[in-house]
């Protein structure tokens, strides 16, 4: 694992140095990317959490037998999981102030982007709920265990592990779609560079640069999901 | 006699149009040992299912210890039971599973004091106590930090035996306890078995194909054949002169296996 780390840290570094040796007008655009670089990254960080947890409290709640809490996830999924993520972008920030609700332009993005990959993880949890064996439930009963407690500490625990290749995929996918939030006026990573090479002239490098920016994000979270998924299904004796 | 530990009342039990349970009228009395045989399909493990309320049934009154299980008191009148009610009456049945259903994230030791913490309250230094104990009466001590999967098919039983018995059920459900387990496991299993129904302090109801065990242990034996009890009696009785066409057919085909 961390054999592999280190391969793929060398790689991007010896690509970073091949790329700053060859093209040297890269400290003219570089600075612009980078700034755009933390846009990104925000956004994909404030948004991952709310995806996560909207995932996890929605994919629950599709399973509830409580039908209004049923219903509610139920709508929430096929809303934002049947509208396209830029018109639902175009909602928040430019739709909703007409009805008085104002929303920073990082707001709406972390709203837009978060809500619209909850909608799919909630899916990916309710599949691993749903896959976790019938006999762990009557094991269950059968120790008198309360409801809410099972699920808390007999099923959630046995799904987490099983979601993490589902989620780490949609995660990646979500920060490559934080490219839509210059639709709300943020210049991202994608936005800077499209404004770079309009500047500069530069469209080899540039794009080059953040295209490996974009591959580093995703490197890092897919080692990461790989490595928490290891630590996770460790004693469950499961072969990968 | 006192009052029957267990009693089924025209019990019927339905998937669909398919009668799994048909109007059966079953009693065991407290510290019995009872074990049902009978083909698949027969009904014989439903019959432990449904006492522990994993499915529902359709029509009649199961009694535990004198209380309704799926019916509750309301003046009176017997009306459906509330979840508070079959909890309480429930606690007093734990059940072993073909499958151990152990719980896979979690140490043996821990899986023995889930329930007793989270369902009885005990402080969980009392719940270790009292889990180690189990755990040693079952030859499983020095396994307590093992996972699931680190452990045989028969330690995962034993495990699951331990587990069951840390919430101090009065009735203990055995559905096929060794059948999901390779032949040289089969023995230890049963011999904590054996010593629990020679504790005479629970009752017991096992489902098995040990045809050999369950004349050894029980008190009776019930052949079960299309949801209702065919022929029942004292095991060597049952065994030796069968009087049931069906049963005798039965037994003439496990045996010969």
């Known amino acids: 694992m961390t054999v592999r780390i280190a391969a793929i840290a060398a790689l991007t570094a010896f690509l970073v140095g091949l790329a700053v040796a060859t093209f040297s007008e890269l400290r003219v655009f570089l600075p612009a990317l980078l700034r755009g670089a933390v846009v990104t990254i925000k956004i994909s960080v404030l948004s991952a959490f709310l995806f996560w947890a909207m995932a996890f409290v929605t994919g629950i709640g599709r399973l509830s037998k409580i039908r209004p809490i049923r219903w509610t996830c139920a709508v929430y999924i096929e809303v934002f999981r049947g509208t396209s993520l830029l018109v639902i972008l175009f909602w928040f920030f430019f739709v909703l102030p007409e009805f008085g609700v104002l929303l920073s332009a990082t707001a709406a993005a972390v709203l837009g982007v978060g809500l619209n990959f909850g909608a799919y993880g909630a899916e990916v949890v309710r599949g691993a709920v749903a896959a976790v064996p019938q006999g762990q439930r009557e094991a269950a009963v059968a120790l008198n265990i309360p409801k809410h407690r099972y699920m808390l500490r007999v099923i959630i625990p046995q799904a987490i592990p099983v979601t993490i290749p589902g989620l780490s995929n949609l995660t990646i996918e979500m920060i490559k779609a934080t490219a839509l939030v210059s639709a709300v006026t943020l210049v991202d990573i994608t936005f800077a560079s499209v404004q770079q090479n309009q500047i500069h002239y530069r469209t080899l490098d540039i794009f080059l640069v953040t295209l490996m920016l974009y591959y580093c994000f995703a490197q890092f979270v897919r080692f990461g999901g790989a490595m928490l998924e290891e630590r996770m299904t460790r004693h469950l004796g499961k072969v990968h | 006699m006192t009052d029957p530990k267990i ?251």
Not at chain 2, 7 to 17: H, N
Not at chain 2, 82 to 100: D, L, P, T, W, Y
Not at chain 2, 114 to 133: F, H
Request: neutral net charge; charged residues 25%.
């Open chain 2, 7 to 257: 009693r089924f009342e025209k019990v019927t039990k339905r998937y669909g149009a398919l009668v799994v349970l048909d109007q059966l009228q079953f009693e065991v009395a407290e510290g019995e040992v009872v074990t049902i045989i009978g083909p698949s399909g027969s009904g014989k493990t439903t019959v432990l299912r449904v006492l522990m309320t994993l499915e529902p049934i359709q029509d009649g009154i199961i009694w535990v210890g004198g209380e309704p299980l799926n019916k509750m008191w309301s003046g009176d009148r017997l009306v459906p039971a509330s979840e508070a009610h079959i909890r309480s009456v429930r606690s007093r049945i734990g059940m072993v599973f073909q499958n151990f259903n152990l719980f896979p994230h979690m140490t043996a030791l821990e899986n023995c004091i889930e329930a007793p913490v989270q369902s009885l309250k005990l402080p969980k230094s009392e719940a270790v106590e009292r889990a180690v104990e189990l755990l040693e009466m079952v030859g499983l001590d020095d396994k307590r930090s093992h996972y699931p999967s680190q452990l045989s098919g028969g330690q995962q039983q034993r495990v699951a035996i331990a587990r069951a018995l840390a919430m101090r059920p009065k009735i203990i459900l055995f559905d096929e306890p060794t059948s999901a387990l390779d032949p040289e496991m089969v023995g230890e299993v049963l011999t904590v078995i054996r010593e629990l129904a020679s504790a005479h302090s629970y009752t017991i109801l096992l489902v098995t194909h040990q045809m050999g065990f369950a004349r050894e242990i029980s008190n009776r034996v019930c052949f079960f054949d299309q949801g209702r009890i065919v022929e029942q009696g004292e095991p060597g009785r049952l065994f030796e002169s069968p009087r049931n066409e069906r049963l005798k057919l039965f037994l003439s085909k496990i045996l010969q296996a």
